[in-house]
């Protein structure tokens, strides 16, 4: 069982994550904050402003994230990650993930399903995995968007989430040395007050990152 502290911060985090949107809907109210985490090898920044989106009829808070960090692995490793669509629950917790459809060689229909604890009401998402390759450039990008109409569901009860959107770049800086950015923006399934966004938000695009460096390296057998 877990202790009471770890359950409360365990269950604050689920409340304030996921539900990524497009940036073209956000408004910067607030100065940005940074953070240097993992010994100085990752920076995450954030700030806070409102916007309006599909499923809520007012206005909410809604935070902008990035985070820049280095890894020791290969570009294709990274992408493997991406690819294998189940996987994708290990990066964002209290999220089901199943992969939908092969559109073509380079992007993929998933469905998540966000679950969060009560009283608030479960997320689901059908989005659009696109893997773009720049091997000139030595980089990758991966965006994950939402489809605004979308065709499955498996919650009826949930809130369909079609603003969801999270763009990763992946760059080579050198022999097996990768930089990872992560850039997504945050609307919170709750209006929390500023001082729990700027407490808690950091730990979120810290976690993704370095689940995703975790389950890219190669270990030993």
């Known amino acids: 069982m877990k202790p009471k502290n770890q359950t409360f911060r365990h269950n604050l985090l689920t409340i304030l994550a996921l539900g990524l949107v497009p940036a073209s809907l956000y408004s910067l109210d607030q100065p940005w904050r940074e953070r240097i985490m993992d010994d100085g ?11 309006e989106h599909s499923f809520k009829p007012e ?13 020791r692995g290969s570009l294709n490793d990274v992408l493997a990650v991406f690819t294998n669509v189940e996987q994708h629950n290990q990066l964002v917790m209290d999220r089901r993930t199943k992969f939908l459809k092969k559109i073509s060689e380079n992007e993929w229909k998933v469905y998540y399903h966000n679950q969060f604890p009560w009283p608030l ?24 968007t939402a489809l605004t109409e979308p065709d ?4 009826k009860e949930a809130v369909k989430n079609k603003d969801y959107s999270a763009v990763f770049e992946i760059q080579e800086t050198g022999e097996s040395e ?28 810290h976690r993704i990152v370095s689940k995703l460096k975790k389950f890219s390296t190669k270990t030993d057998p």
Not at 59 to 71: D, F, G, P, Q
Not at 122 to 128: H, M, N, R, S, Y
Not at 152 to 155: A, K, M, T, W
């Open 59 to 71: 206005k909410s808070r809604l935070m902008k994230l990035t985070a820049e960090t280095v890894h």
């Open 121 to 144: 009401t479960d997320q689901e998402i059908v989005a659009i995995m696109k893997i773009e390759k720049f091997p000139s450039e030595k980089k990758a990008r991966v965006e994950i």
């Open 178 to 205: 990768l930089k990872i950015k992560l850039v997504s923006n945050c609307l919170p399934p709750v209006r929390a007050p500023e001082w729990i966004l700027n407490r808690t938000y950091h730990t979120i695009p």
């Open 41 to 51: 090898t990752t920076t995450v920044r954030w700030t806070i402003g409102e916007t």
């Open 152 to 155: 499955y569901s498996e919650v």
